[in-house]
């Protein structure tokens, strides 16, 4: 009898899960041919396509790619856990990009506004799910990058941002950190939400180099932005120092002062290190892995700050597969260990493969 009654509730377990499983493998095939988990979802493929062909110039890497990713974070930052500032990522600053591209914070980011604003008219989007679908669509074309999540549903912005929401490289770490924790992030998440300036540049840091990236790999979602920070300052790439700006080590490279102080501060530093390398069996390598997972994990959360995500629709499926990337993390040429600031006392610094031949100078992109 008890055979039966544990035969009987292994049945039971088996279909469940098989009823479980059939849920979870549940495919939808679109009238374009695509296949989604959910066929509210079909309508965002032709938008994709338009996204890859028309904003990205044919799925590239490039400035766009980059601008989108940043207009996704200096979207939904304008959010606080606590309330009374704007509501997150929601499109605001596409929507209402008159307002809030004045804001200092935001210098540069009508290039992309205005870039995006006639595909978001045609996609008949709400502005949320436009930007937000953008950024992640945009940073798949990034060799090495996660696939990031994209969920549907986002109601039109009230309202603008408020102005004083996105953290300037002017700020210190305290400051900066605390902003943060208003919208939500731990210190661990917001280092997670900086490996987003391996595929970044600036424009208006110094208005006279404009395309002046942040490391020597602006164009793959890799590690190497991590180490480079970290690396003893020589120059500054343009006219001298300009505000939010430091020392950086390669010629025709930007550092900004936050990122700087964020690699050196107690609170952040070990993070900011842990990104770059690990020991691996009994020899180092990058940590591309612990940096994806970290900054996908991380931006799930942001971009849908503010939202109901219960009441949203998973569509991360219409999101593109980035390309396969083979990271290997490298000093750039006449740099090795001793040129390392490392602030991290608990994670001793290896030495790494150098590049040869003399110091390069990095190409604007
Ligand atoms: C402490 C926080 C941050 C500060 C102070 C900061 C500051 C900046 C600055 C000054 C620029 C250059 C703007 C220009 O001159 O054109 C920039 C670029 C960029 N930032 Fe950040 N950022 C922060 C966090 C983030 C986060 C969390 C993300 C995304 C999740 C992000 C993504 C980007 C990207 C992709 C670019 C390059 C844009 C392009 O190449 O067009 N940033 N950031």
Redesign the pocket.
Known sequence: MAFIRLVASVSVVLVASQVANAALTKRVTCASGHVTTNRACCALFPIVDMLQEGLFDGNECG?EA??A??LS?HDAIGFSVHGGKGGGADGSILAFNKTENAFHAN??IDDITDGQFPFFLKSGLSAGDFVHLAAAVGTSNCPGAPRLEFMFGRPPPKAPAPDLTV???T?SVTK?LERFADAGFSPQEAIA??S??T???????DVTIPGTPFDSTAGTFDTQVFLEVLLKGKQFPGNGSQP?EVLSPLAGEMR?Q?DFRLSQDPRTACFWQAMSIRLRYSYYTDNQQRMVTEFKAA?AK?QVLGQNRAKLIDCSDVVPVPKPFNSNIKFPATFSRKDVQVACPILPFPNLATVAGPAPTIPPV
């Open positions: 400035e980059h601008s990713l940043r974070f210098g540069g953290p300037e490289p700020d900066i939400l900086l987003s300036h595929i970044a540049a600036a424009d208006v840091v939010g900004l936050s931006m942001l």
